[in-house]
């Protein structure tokens, strides 16, 4: 009940009025980004922030409090908020590009994101969809309060296939003991409120899920803590997004190294990020109940690796200056060094000291895309592009906060 109320009161704090703002002329022509996309392998997907790569632009959020649509368009190097009423300057909840969720779905020509209805605060979610002008925004489905978010409190909705699909992870208590209930539910992108639950399983022992969106499969990893002596199992599953059909293709328990994220790749070669025995950072390729390592970074220790579409990168320290290794998956290099080469264009702070926190969006053989976070001497969130081609060039996308 503890963590509904904390549900009830984020929403209250979060989400914003959506006033529909008079319609104006469109900031971009809909046609250059006639591109039709899926949940894409390239970029995390991150519960406080979304991002896609729509043909030659770049949409996501970056906030942390509140959260705005943004747009970056590669072409004419502009970043703008996806408002579509040319008044507004964008720093209040009554903007129409302002999100309760970080989260943002690209399919079919249309951006989907999840936001309450306007205005009411304690109701259903709402999944939307609008052109990538900002404009037509429509109401596709109500995501029952009730129905869905008590009862299964889903962590990340993502489209694919053309069904949406929930994960979540609801804790409750029986007796002393804590537990919590994982699921992951699929509907069709319409206003029809039937789900199909693919997971519901209530586990008593400490547990996380991820998942990924590959082609025709949707995988579903379930990473179990054993309450004696901390071992990890993770379960990998997949379903079908053609015949529903459901089948486990990992299994592994009594894991004594340090396991992360997993990750399927576009070919569905399954690798697992992770620390090995001797504290270094690795990737473990994942088949036959096999889990073999095939990416090694000998000279960092302790450090997490994130994995994205062809590449993983491992940040570190070397006194106050942040680096970072980024690797392919056959364990060749491809950048090591410090993670700024140049300061960005228009930024008079040096963004890879201590001082701002790191993370990942996503990002492939040719760039990799950061937000990094200001911790101590201002709130603000730069979502920064790195060219791994042009000597580690950085843009800045997008900013956030002040
Ligand atoms: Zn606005």
């Given at each position: 009940m503890k963590k509904i109320?904390?549900?009830?009161?984020?929403?209250?704090?979060?989400?914003?009025?959506?006033?529909s703002c008079k319609k104006a002329d469109p900031l971009i022509d809909n046609t250059e980004y006639g591109v039709e996309c899926e949940a894409q392998n390239k970029y995390l997907l991150i519960n406080s922030t979304g991002f896609q790569e729509v043909g030659k632009a770049f949409i996501g959020t970056a906030g942390m409090v509140g959260r705005y649509l943004r747009l970056y368009?590669?072409?004419?190097?502009?970043?703008?908020?996806?408002?579509?009423?040319?008044?507004?300057?964008?720093?209040?909840?009554?903007?129409?590009?302002?999100?309760?969720?970080?989260?943002?779905s690209y399919y079919d020509n249309k951006i989907y994101y999840i936001s309450n209805d306007s205005g009411n605060y304690s109701g259903d979610w709402i999944l939307w969809k609008e052109d990538i002008t900002g404009n037509n925004k429509t109401k596709v489905k109500a995501i029952s309060l009730e129905d869905v978010i008590f009862k299964y409190q889903p962590q990340q909705i993502v489209l694919h296939h053309g069904k949406v699909y929930l994960r979540g992870i609801a804790s409750t208590v029986d007796g002393a003991k804590p537990e919590y209930?994982?699921?992951?539910?699929?509907?069709?992108?319409?206003?029809?409120?039937?789900?199909?639950?693919?997971?519901?399983?209530t586990i008593s022992s400490g547990v996380s899920t991820s998942w990924r969106f590959v082609g025709d499969y949707v995988y579903f990893m379930i990473k179990e803590i054993s309450q004696d002596n901390n071992d990890v199992k993770i379960t990998i599953m997949r379903f079908s997004t053609v015949d529903g059909k459901e089948e486990t293709v990992y299994v592994e328990s009594g894991i004594t190294d340090k396991v992360a994220d997993f990750w399927v790749t576009v070919n569905e070669v399954i690798?697992?990020?992770?620390?090995?025995?001797?504290?270094?950072?690795?990737?473990?390729?994942?088949?036959n109940d096999k889990r073999e390592t095939v990416v090694l970074w000998e000279g960092i220790k302790s450090e997490i690796p994130i994995i994205m579409e062809d590449i993983a990168v491992v940040s570190y320290y070397v006194d106050e200056t942040r680096y970072i290794y980024i690797k392919d998956f056959d364990n060749d290099s491809v950048y090591s060094g410090p993670l700024f080469v140049n300061r960005a264009e228009g930024v008079?702070?040096?963004?890879?000291?201590?001082?701002?926190?790191?993370?990942?969006?996503?990002?492939?053989?040719?760039?990799?895309?950061?937000?990094?976070?200001?911790l101590?001497?201002?709130?603000?969130?730069?979502?920064?592009?790195?060219d791994l081609k042009n000597d580690m060039k950085s843009t800045v996308l997008w900013t956030d906060g002040n």
């Amino acid at each position: 009940m503890k963590k509904i109320t904390k549900l009830i009161l984020l929403l209250i704090v979060t989400i914003g009025c959506l006033s529909s703002c008079k319609k104006a002329d469109p900031l971009i022509d809909n046609t250059e980004y006639g591109v039709e996309c899926e949940a894409q392998n390239k970029y995390l997907l991150i519960n406080s922030t979304g991002f896609q790569e729509v043909g030659k632009a770049f949409i996501g959020t970056a906030g942390m409090v509140g959260r705005y649509l943004r747009l970056y368009d590669l072409d004419s190097k502009v970043s703008s908020v996806l408002c579509s009423d040319p008044s507004c300057t964008h720093d209040s909840n009554n903007c129409s590009a302002y999100l309760n969720s970080g989260q943002v779905s690209y399919y079919d020509n249309k951006i989907y994101y999840i936001s309450n209805d306007s205005g009411n605060y304690s109701g259903d979610w709402i999944l939307w969809k609008e052109d990538i002008t900002g404009n037509n925004k429509t109401k596709v489905k109500a995501i029952s309060l009730e129905d869905v978010i008590f009862k299964y409190q889903p962590q990340q909705i993502v489209l694919h296939h053309g069904k949406v699909y929930l994960r979540g992870i609801a804790s409750t208590v029986d007796g002393a003991k804590p537990e919590y209930r994982i699921s992951l539910l699929s509907a069709r992108i319409d206003d029809n409120s039937d789900y199909q639950v693919l997971v519901d399983k209530t586990i008593s022992s400490g547990v996380s899920t991820s998942w990924r969106f590959v082609g025709d499969y949707v995988y579903f990893m379930i990473k179990e803590i054993s309450q004696d002596n901390n071992d990890v199992k993770i379960t990998i599953m997949r379903f079908s997004t053609v015949d529903g059909k459901e089948e486990t293709v990992y299994v592994e328990s009594g894991i004594t190294d340090k396991v992360a994220d997993f990750w399927v790749t576009v070919n569905e070669v399954i690798l697992l990020a992770g620390i090995n025995e001797n504290d270094h950072p690795c990737l473990w390729k994942l088949s036959n109940d096999k889990r073999e390592t095939v990416v090694l970074w000998e000279g960092i220790k302790s450090e997490i690796p994130i994995i994205m579409e062809d590449i993983a990168v491992v940040s570190y320290y070397v006194d106050e200056t942040r680096y970072i290794y980024i690797k392919d998956f056959d364990n060749d290099s491809v950048y090591s060094g410090p993670l700024f080469v140049n300061r960005a264009e228009g930024v008079d702070k040096d963004l890879g000291t201590q001082g701002y926190g790191f993370a990942v969006v996503g990002g492939d053989k040719d760039k990799v895309i950061i937000n990094l976070i200001g911790l101590i001497n201002e709130r603000k969130i730069y979502t920064i592009l790195f060219d791994l081609k042009n000597d580690m060039k950085s843009t800045v996308l997008w900013t956030d906060g002040n």
